[in-house]
T-cell receptor, first 114, second 109 residues
């Protein structure tokens, strides 16, 4: 089954404790991206990757890191989480972003930073 | 950068037709996508317009006018299960993908 898998789905942590949210896709997609979703603000792009070893900042990259060492994986790293990073996070992938412009999303990871 | 504007809320009755508009200001515009999201679940892809005109997929249709920087999603024969949030999104030629803030559709009996 074609899917994007995120882990963990739910996490409560404390300020400053490094954490990683994993994302894996089994569709051989080139493009992968991370979004955060906060009430009333829609989906805001954090980082994206057009291919292996190629990553770029989205609209809200501060406080986050990513890596793309393999095509299927695109982990999101919070080196020192803060309460303003409490949010719902989605990973997404696409065969090619601009054709046909279809993103496949993971189920989401709800993060709470105390 | 890019920005997309859509209405925050729309209400309609079962069986009706509703149109959700999206206007955009972008650089490097490639096309307009639409996604549906139920109650904090994963967004799911509905349609993508790369060219001007109407794309039809079952009860859903999407339209794009590049000259007007405008698009819309048309939902016909509304059902209760269509109550959800709908997002327009625009990828650009640099790889960024910007989403509108979403339109909450409420379908009433």
């Amino acid at each position: 089954e074609a899917q994007v898998t995120q882990n963990p789905r739910y996490l409560i942590t404390v300020t400053g404790k490094k954490l990683t949210v994993t994302c894996s896709q089994n569709m051989n997609h080139e493009y992968m991206s991370w979004y955060r979703q906060d009430p009333g603000l829609g989906l805001r792009q954090i980082y994206y990757s057009m291919n292996v070893e190629v990553t770029d900042k989205g609209d809200v990259p501060e406080g986050y890191k990513v890596s793309r060492k393999e095509k299927r994986n695109f982990p999101l790293i919070l080196e020192s989480p803060s309460p303003n990073q409490t949010s719902l996070y989605f990973c997404a992938s696409s065969l090619s972003l601009t054709s046909p412009g279809e993103l496949f999303f993971g189920e989401g990871s709800r993060l709470t930073v105390l | 950068g890019q920005s997309l504007e859509q209405p925050s809320e729309v209400t309609a009755v079962e069986g009706a037709i509703v149109q959700i508009n999206c206007t955009y200001q972008t650089s490097g515009f490639y096309g307009l996508s639409w996604y549906q999201q139920h109650d904090g679940g994963a967004p799911t892809f509905l349609s993508y317009n790369a060219l001007d005109g109407l794309e039809e997929t079952g009860r859903f249709s999407s339209f794009l006018s590049r000259s007007d920087s405008y698009g819309y999603l048309l939902l016909q024969e509304l059902q209760m299960k269509d109550s959800a949030s709908y997002f327009c999104a625009a990828p650009d030629d640099a790889g960024k993908s910007t989403f509108g803030d979403g339109t909450t559709l409420t379908v009433k009996p």
